[in-house]
C-alpha cells in the first residue's frame, strides 16, 4: 500500500538545480535513483517488482533523511532548493492521503460483504491502509515545521492537519469502545456457545480482537502526534491505560493521574449507590457465617481433643495435636467455602485452582511431600515420641519437636539437629527409652592367676547392694569367655530407663575399686618377646 503511494510521488519530475554541495549532490543522486528505479518496477512482475517497490520506500525515506539534514544545516544557497523539495512532500503526503482514505471506504465496504474467513484477510489489509494512513499523517506534520524553519508557513493547512488529527482521536476512541463492547460480549458467547456455534463465534472474536489491538496502536500513534501538536489527550491515554494496563512515563503527568482518579471515584460512587443495599447484605451474611464457623471450629477441636486423649486410643502426643488443629481447620475451611459462595463467589474455578495448584506444588515440593508422607508414617506407627532418646536418621539424642516434615533432635551435648522425616522413616530407628525398664550390658575380667569363685562373689555383691538395681527381673553374672590375656565375666544387672547410665558408671567404679582391694588384677592386653641368643660357629 506505501508502495502505491510512494509511485504518486514519482510520477511528477524531480528536478533540483546543480549544486557543489555534498549533500544537495546526494540529493540530485536520490532523486536521479527514485526515477530509475520508479522505471524499472512499471516493466518487471511478482516477487522482483515487490524488490525493486521496497527499494523505492528505502529510497524516499533517505531522501526525507537529506531533506532534514539539509534543513538543520540550511544556508541560503539552499533554501530554493529545499523548498522546492518540501513543497514537493506536502502535495505528495496530501495525494496519497485522499488515495489511502478512498482505497479505506472501498475496503471497509468489501469488508462487510466479506465471509468471516474473508474478513480476516480483508481486514489484515485495511490494518494496513490504516497504518499508513497515520505515518502520512506524520510526515505532513513534519513537512509543515520544515516550511516554517524555510520561513514559508501555512498556517491553514497547519490548523486543518490539526483538525484532522482531533477528528481522528474521536473516531478511533469511539472505535475502541465499541470493539471492546463487541469483544466481551463474543467472549461471554464463547462460554456458554455449543460446540458447534463455537467455530463460527471463535472466528468473530478472533476478527474483534485484532480490530481492538489496531484501534489500540492507532490510538497511541494518534496520541504521540496530537501531544507534538499540544493537544490536549488526557483523557485518550486514560483510555489507553484502562484498555491495556500497561504503565507508561505518562503516566507521571498529573493531569493524566488526577483524570484516572476522578474516574474511578465516579464509577465507584455510581456503583455503590447502586449496589451498596445488596452489597452490605451479603458483607453481614458473610461476617455471620464467619462468625458461626469459628465457633464451630473451637467446639470441634475440644470434642477432637477429648476424643484423641483418651488413653484406650495411646495416640501420641503429636498425633493428638495433629487431629486436633487439622479437625478445626477443616470446619472453618468449610465455612469459609460457603461464606463464599453466599456473596456471589463461584466456588468451581476456585476449587479446580486448588486442585491444578496441588498438581503443580505436588511437583515442586517432591521432597518436601516425601518428609509429608515419611512424617505421617511416623505418626501412625508411633516408634518414638517427644522426649524419648532415640538413634535414628544418623544422630542420637532426645527428641525434642516433632512436624509433618522434620523431627528436632538434640544430642547430649545440646546440639539441635533437625533431620527430615524421610531420612529417619528409611533407616533404623532405635528408641532407647521406649521401655521403662532397660538391662545394663557389662564385662569384665580377671586374669587367668585370680580367684574366678571370690571374682564371682565380688561382682555380685556390688550389683546387689546398689539401690537402682532392679530385684525383679534378676541380674546376670556368668564367666563368659576365656580371652587371649583375660578370663571375662558378663554382668547384667536390670534398671529403670531413668537409671541406666548412674548404675553403669557406680558399678563400674565399685568394680574397679573392690578388686584393688580383694587382690584381682584387671588384665589388659600384653605381648612377652623372648630372645634366643645364637653362637657363631669358630673358624
Given at each position: 500500500?506505501?508502495?502505491?503511494?510512494l509511485?504518486?510521488?514519482?510520477?511528477?519530475?524531480?528536478?533540483?538545480?546543480?549544486?557543489?554541495?555534498?549533500?544537495?549532490d546526494?540529493?540530485?543522486?536520490l532523486?536521479?535513483?527514485?526515477?530509475v528505479?520508479?522505471?524499472?518496477?512499471k516493466?518487471?512482475?511478482?516477487?522482483?517488482?515487490?524488490?525493486?517497490?521496497?527499494?523505492?520506500?528505502?529510497?524516499?525515506d533517505?531522501?526525507?533523511?537529506?531533506?532534514?539534514?539539509?534543513?538543520?544545516?540550511?544556508?541560503?544557497?539552499?533554501?530554493?532548493?529545499?523548498?522546492k523539495?518540501?513543497?514537493?512532500?506536502?502535495?505528495?503526503?496530501a495525494?496519497a492521503?485522499?488515495?489511502l482514505?478512498?482505497k479505506?471506504?472501498?475496503?471497509?465496504?468489501?469488508?462487510?460483504?466479506?465471509?468471516?474467513?474473508?474478513?480476516?484477510?480483508?481486514?489484515?489489509?485495511?490494518?494496513?491502509?490504516?497504518?499508513?494512513?497515520?505515518?502520512?499523517?506524520?510526515?505532513?506534520?513534519?513537512?509543515?515545521?520544515?516550511l516554517?524553519?524555510?520561513?514559508?508557513?501555512?498556517?491553514?493547512?497547519?490548523?486543518?492537519?490539526?483538525?484532522?488529527v482531533e477528528?481522528?482521536?474521536?473516531?478511533?476512541?469511539?472505535?475502541?469502545?465499541?470493539?471492546?463492547?463487541?469483544?466481551?460480549?463474543?467472549?461471554?458467547?464463547?462460554?456458554?456457545?455449543?460446540?458447534g456455534?463455537?467455530?463460527?463465534?471463535?472466528?468473530?472474536?478472533?476478527?474483534?480482537?485484532?480490530?481492538?489491538?489496531?484501534?489500540?496502536s492507532?490510538?497511541?500513534?494518534l496520541?504521540?502526534l496530537?501531544?507534538?501538536?499540544t493537544?490536549d489527550t488526557?483523557?485518550?491515554?486514560?483510555?489507553?491505560?484502562?484498555?491495556?494496563?500497561?504503565?507508561?512515563d505518562e503516566?507521571?503527568?498529573?493531569d493524566?493521574?488526577?483524570?484516572?482518579?476522578s474516574?474511578?471515584?465516579?464509577?465507584?460512587?455510581?456503583?455503590?449507590a447502586?449496589?451498596?443495599?445488596?452489597?452490605?447484605?451479603?458483607?453481614?451474611?458473610?461476617?455471620?457465617?464467619?462468625?458461626?464457623?469459628?465457633?464451630?471450629?473451637?467446639?470441634?477441636?475440644?470434642?477432637?481433643?477429648?476424643?484423641?486423649?483418651?488413653?484406650?486410643?495411646?495416640?501420641?502426643?503429636?498425633i493428638?495435636?495433629?487431629?486436633?488443629?487439622?479437625?478445626?481447620?477443616?470446619?472453618?475451611a468449610?465455612?469459609?467455602l460457603?461464606?463464599?459462595?453466599?456473596?456471589?463467589?463461584?466456588l468451581?474455578?476456585?476449587?479446580?485452582?486448588?486442585?491444578v495448584?496441588?498438581?503443580?506444588?505436588?511437583?515442586?515440593?517432591?521432597?518436601?511431600?516425601?518428609n509429608?508422607?515419611s512424617?505421617?508414617?511416623l505418626?501412625?506407627?508411633?516408634?518414638f515420641?517427644?522426649?524419648?532418646?532415640?538413634?535414628?536418621?544418623?544422630?542420637?539424642g532426645?527428641?525434642?519437636?516433632?512436624?509433618l516434615?522434620?523431627?528436632?533432635?538434640?544430642?547430649?551435648?545440646?546440639?539441635?539437629?533437625?533431620?527430615?522425616?524421610?531420612?529417619i522413616?528409611?533407616?533404623?530407628?532405635?528408641?532407647?527409652?521406649?521401655?521403662?525398664?532397660?538391662?545394663?550390658?557389662?564385662?569384665?575380667?580377671?586374669?587367668?592367676?585370680?580367684?574366678?569363685?571370690?571374682?564371682?562373689?565380688?561382682?555380685?555383691?556390688?550389683?546387689?547392694?546398689?539401690?537402682?538395681v532392679?530385684?525383679?527381673?534378676?541380674a546376670?553374672?556368668k564367666?563368659?569367655?576365656?580371652?587371649?590375656?583375660?578370663?571375662?565375666?558378663?554382668?547384667?544387672?536390670?534398671?529403670?530407663t531413668?537409671?541406666?547410665?548412674?548404675?553403669?558408671?557406680?558399678?563400674?567404679?565399685?568394680?574397679?575399686?573392690?578388686?584393688?582391694?580383694?587382690?584381682?588384677?584387671i588384665p589388659?592386653?600384653?605381648?612377652?618377646?623372648?630372645?634366643?641368643?645364637?653362637?657363631?660357629?669358630?673358624?
Open positions: 500500500m506505501r508502495i502505491i503511494v509511485l504518486l510521488l514519482l510520477v511528477s519530475n524531480l528536478a533540483v538545480a546543480q549544486t557543489t554541495s555534498p549533500q544537495i546526494k540529493l540530485n543522486q532523486d536521479k535513483e527514485i526515477s528505479l520508479y522505471g524499472e518496477s516493466t518487471m512482475l511478482g516477487s522482483t517488482r515487490d524488490v525493486v517497490r521496497l527499494q523505492l520506500l528505502k529510497k524516499n533517505a531522501l526525507r533523511d537529506v531533506i532534514q539534514a539539509l534543513i538543520e544545516q540550511r544556508s541560503d544557497d539552499d533554501h530554493d532548493i529545499l523548498l523539495q518540501v513543497n514537493q512532500q506536502v502535495k505528495f503526503i495525494d492521503s485522499t488515495y482514505l478512498n479505506i471506504a472501498t475496503t471497509e465496504t468489501t469488508l462487510e460483504k466479506e465471509t468471516n474467513e474473508g474478513k480476516l484477510l480483508a481486514q489484515k489489509t485495511l490494518d494496513e491502509s490504516r497504518r499508513f494512513s497515520m505515518l502520512l499523517l506524520a510526515e505532513q506534520w513534519t513537512n509543515y515545521q520544515w516554517k524553519l524555510l520561513n514559508q508557513p501555512s498556517p491553514a493547512s497547519e490548523q486543518a492537519l490539526i483538525n484532522d477528528h481522528r482521536l474521536e473516531f478511533m476512541s469511539a472505535s475502541l469502545i465499541f470493539d471492546s463492547q463487541q469483544e466481551a460480549l463474543l467472549n461471554n458467547q464463547l462460554e456458554s456457545a455449543t460446540e456455534e463455537k467455530s463460527t463465534i471463535q472466528l468473530e472474536h478472533i476478527l474483534t480482537q485484532r480490530k481492538v489491538n489496531n484501534d489500540i492507532t490510538l497511541q500513534f496520541v504521540t496530537a501531544d507534538k501538536m493537544l488526557t483523557q485518550y491515554k486514560q483510555q489507553i491505560f484502562e484498555a491495556t494496563g500497561t504503565l507508561t503516566l507521571l503527568n498529573v493524566l493521574i488526577l483524570s484516572i482518579i474516574s474511578w471515584g465516579e464509577g465507584s460512587g455510581q456503583w455503590l447502586d449496589n451498596a443495599p445488596e452489597l452490605l447484605f451479603k458483607v453481614l451474611i458473610f461476617i455471620a457465617i464467619i462468625l458461626t464457623f469459628r465457633w464451630l471450629k473451637k467446639i470441634t477441636r475440644k470434642i477432637v481433643k477429648r476424643a484423641v486423649s483418651s488413653p484406650n486410643l495411646q495416640l501420641s502426643r503429636l493428638q495435636d495433629f487431629f486436633t488443629s487439622m479437625s478445626g481447620n477443616i470446619v472453618f468449610i465455612g469459609l460457603i461464606a463464599l459462595s453466599q456473596v456471589g463467589f463461584d468451581t474455578p476456585i476449587l479446580t485452582g486448588f486442585g495448584a496441588g498438581l503443580v506444588i505436588g511437583f515442586a515440593l517432591q521432597d518436601t511431600l516425601s509429608f508422607a512424617g505421617m508414617m505418626l501412625i506407627y508411633r516408634p515420641d517427644e522426649g524419648d532418646f532415640v538413634e535414628a536418621g544418623g544422630v542420637s532426645k527428641v525434642a519437636h516433632m512436624s516434615v522434620n523431627t528436632t533432635i538434640k544430642t547430649f551435648d545440646n546440639q539441635v539437629i533437625i533431620v527430615p522425616n524421610s531420612k522413616w528409611g533407616d533404623i530407628i532405635k528408641n532407647v527409652t521406649h521401655e521403662s525398664v532397660r538391662r545394663v550390658d557389662m564385662v569384665f575380667g580377671i586374669g587367668y592367676s585370680d580367684d574366678i569363685v571370690l571374682a564371682e562373689t565380688v561382682l555380685a555383691d556390688i550389683v546387689q547392694s546398689h539401690a537402682a532392679l530385684k525383679d527381673p534378676e546376670v553374672i564367666l563368659h569367655t576365656l580371652n587371649t590375656s583375660s578370663v571375662d565375666f558378663i554382668v547384667r544387672p536390670w534398671v529403670k531413668e537409671d541406666y547410665w548412674g548404675v553403669y558408671w557406680d558399678i563400674t567404679r565399685e568394680v574397679k575399686i573392690r578388686f584393688d582391694k580383694e587382690g584381682l588384677s589388659f592386653p600384653q605381648q612377652d618377646v623372648h630372645l634366643h641368643m645364637v653362637e657363631k660357629p669358630a673358624k
